[in-house]
């Protein structure tokens, strides 16, 4: 009986036992199941799992009283059509059916639209395919909203071949670019019109060449006067521009070169000068802009009114920026308007507001009597308004802060982004238009961080687009100016949900100064579970130069939140050069020295961060793409005791093989100082890697090519590295 006891003592203790454990990895897969959902891996990222929603654009029309979007048709399965909404009620009405789209039983994709002056038609762009950087070549569609007739333009044509179509003022007539020349194309007949012949490929009308599109913005190149009497167009010659080759070595067995006109630095630019059609006899009168064509650049071009065209040119060195006011009718020139830099002037003012694919023109106010423009003659960046007759500038924003970036004049104020207070913000502010100083933030306090805005013609609404560090990015239609919310547009709920199941890291900001006196500033991503008393290993992330800023108040992407997991210190830090908002000396102090004063200030800031207790100074690494990707092999190169591992792409190695505008802007002309050019180039110093690199280059890229990179890898072999 005793030893019958013992058993079964001994049965019930294993089942406790076998109970236990099996409870313990329960908990202990249950735990690591949730750890797992908790963090991110490269596959998560990509997989489609984590989405952000976005709005619309939209078309503003009745000045803003009201917009269109392209919507999803309820009737028609995957269709697209047109909505109208009204600004002030969002009354919702259908402006183009779906039905209305249908060819050969097939629903047509509307990729973006605009509207006839009046009202009544409709032009619709799909079937699009890309040129460069955007789909600007594709198909065109008139709907009729009276006869609710679809009718293409430009049928003869081979599919995807127009340009930038667009209404005449008279609304009967649709004018395009097709293969570099232009046409008048009238709705009813179909009756094509040809109005250039030279346009060949190496002669461009109406259109630009790579550069100008890279480094100008500029796509669309003409545009007609408000009565329809004349047709202004950019005429460029390309036939001397130097052709650069890339390789397709993967589409068949034998490679095929791929030609892209690019002129090179010190290489001469595509001679360029406006011509006026006249649309009643189509004669073109040539505007004589003093200065060679090919020493000057072109990079503005409106109509103020049917006899009045105002132009802008800049000079080679892109530090003299003059404005003409033409007259076809009798062709009379005048200078309007002179801006000089001892540096360089920036046309589009690059900055996280500022959108950089605009179409350069100058916002004209006072009932088309004067304009505004960006000037950085002083300390700060100023908002000027100049008369359209006398020339005479007048200071819009007497403040001692830059202004960001400009949106629409009302009749009596104008609406222009800033933050005085920090850098690594953007608010919205008003002033008058009178210069009398009478400022006026509009954001409220609650939308702490980066902001943005899309202003109706009127002023009276605006499209709200928040986003910080600690907030993810939403959107808002809003009135203007006491920025009350109309209409949620875009809240990210479900995107907030899916990040608020991961394991997140804190953000902070701060200010860094170098032994030089330089003031940084510096947005640090902490890890996971950060322990202030460990070592973490460091990644800084940089640009540094006059395009970029990255020690902004915005939210992380997710790669940066699975570094984070993983243990990293994430740090981004912003040089002297690049287009924060600190004056305009910060700024221009990059001139000539691209490679070498923004190359300093990034490793003397990043000697300071070194110092933080939880910093480990043996384990930094750096990457950067493009501009980032430059700055990361000077680094690499120059200070190897900083950083010892750096993941460079898409990186200029020698500033000579790079286009002609970008770089001769922020260095001159190599003719005049070359070895500022050599000095600044990483491939100069590639004897100095000691540390791990990684090069990343794409083969077909036609920005900075990848002969840049073979030209390093060159040298690191050369170097024994």
């Not at 949620?488 to 991961?502: E, F, P």
């Amino acid at each position: 009986i005793n030893d019958f006891n013992k058993i079964l003592n001994m049965i019930q203790s294993t089942k406790t036992k076998l109970s236990l454990l099996l409870l313990f990895q329960f908990f202990f897969l249950v735990a690591q199941e949730t750890e797992q959902t908790n963090l991110l891996n490269i596959d998560r990222i990509y997989s489609g799992e984590f989405s952000q929603d976005y709005e619309r654009n939209i078309q503003w029309i009745e000045n803003g009283e009201a917009y269109v979007i392209i919507e999803k048709s309820n009737k028609l399965d995957g269709a697209d059509e047109l909505i109208r909404y009204e600004s002030k009620s969002q009354e919702k009405s259908i402006y183009v059916p779906a039905e209305g789209l249908r060819i050969d039983s097939e629903s047509l994709s509307i990729e973006s639209f605009s509207l006839s002056p009046d009202g009544s038609k409709v032009l619709i762009f799909t079937n699009s395919s890309r040129v460069w950087r955007s789909n600007t070549k594709g198909d065109y569609w008139v709907y009729d909203l009276e006869s609710k007739e679809l009718n293409q333009i430009g049928e003869s044509f081979k599919p995807s071949s127009l340009m930038f179509a667009k209404f005449s003022s008279d609304n009967q007539a649709v004018f395009y670019v097709h293969d570099f020349n232009i046409y008048q194309e009238t709705i009813s007949n179909h009756e094509i019109v040809q109005l250039t012949f030279d346009g060949t490929g190496d002669i461009i009308n109406g259109t630009f060449d790579w550069v100008y599109e890279e480094e100008f913005g500029k796509r669309d190149g003409f545009s007609v006067s408000p009565a329809d009497t004349n047709l202004a167009f950019w005429h460029l010659d390309a036939s001397d521009t130097g052709v650069f080759y890339m390789i397709n070595n993967t589409d068949s067995i034998y490679s095929e070169p791929i030609p892209v006109q690019y002129p090179k630095v010190g290489e001469a630019p595509s001679a360029a000068k406006i011509g006026v059609i006249d649309l009643n006899s189509k004669q073109i009168k040539w505007v004589l802009l003093p200065g060679g064509e090919r020493e000057n650049y072109i990079p503005g071009m409106q109509w103020v009114s049917d006899d009045l065209l105002m132009i802008q040119q800049m000079n080679r060195h892109q530090n003299t920026l003059t404005v003409w006011n033409y007259s076809p009718s009798n062709g009379k020139l005048k200078k309007i308007y002179t801006e000089k830099e001892d540096t360089y002037i920036e046309l589009n003012h690059p900055d996280l507001s500022a959108d950089s694919w605009g179409s350069n023109d100058l916002t004209l106010v006072d009932a088309g009597k004067a304009f505004l423009r960006l000037n950085e003659n002083d300390a700060w960046r100023h908002i000027y308004k100049v008369d359209l007759e006398s020339g005479v500038k007048t200071l819009i924003t007497p403040f001692d802060y830059d202004i960001a970036s400009m949106r629409v004049p009302t009749k009596k104020n104008v609406y222009y982004m800033a933050s005085p207070e920090n850098g690594t913000q953007r608010y919205l502010y008003q002033t008058d238009l009178r210069g009398k100083g009478n400022q006026k933030k509009l954001t409220p306090e609650s939308f702490e961080g980066v902001n943005n805005y899309t202003v109706a013609p009127n002023g009276a609404f605006a499209i709200h687009i928040h986003q910080s560090a600690k907030e993810v990015r939403t959107v808002r239609f809003i009135s203007l100016p006491d920025h009350k919310v109309i209409k949620t547009i875009v809240d990210n709920q479900d995107y907030k949900k899916q990040l608020a199941g991961l394991s997140l890291p804190e953000v902070i900001f701060k200010t860094v100064s170098t032994e030089d006196g330089i003031d940084i500033d510096a947005k640090i991503i902490l890890p996971v579970n950060f322990d202030k008393n460990k070592k973490y290993p460091v990644l800084f992330y940089v640009y540094g130069e006059p395009w970029g800023q990255v020690a902004s108040d915005t939210y992380n992407g997710l790669w940066y939140i699975m570094m984070a997991q993983k243990g990293y210190v994430i740090v981004a830090l912003d040089n002297r050069g690049t287009p924060c908002l600190k004056g305009s000396q910060w700024r221009k102090s990059i001139y000539r020295q691209v490679g070498r004063i923004n190359v300093k200030d990034q490793a003397m800031a990043a000697k300071e961060i070194l110092k933080l207790d939880y910093i480990d100074p043996d384990r930094t690494a750096v990457w950067g793409w493009s501009g980032g990707g430059t700055m990361t092999l000077n680094l690499m190169f120059k200070y190897p005791e900083i950083y010892k591992t750096g993941v460079a792409v898409a990186a200029v190695s020698n500033q000579l093989v790079y286009d002609n505008i970008y770089q001769e802007r922020y260095m001159g002309l190599p003719q005049e100082n070359m070895q500022d050019f050599i000095d600044g180039s990483p491939v100069t110093y590639a004897k100095g890697l000691e540390g791990n690199l990684l090069l990343i280059h794409g083969t077909a890229d036609d920005n900075v090519h990848y002969q840049s990179a073979e030209i390093l890898i060159n040298e690191l072999i050369k170097e024994n590295k």
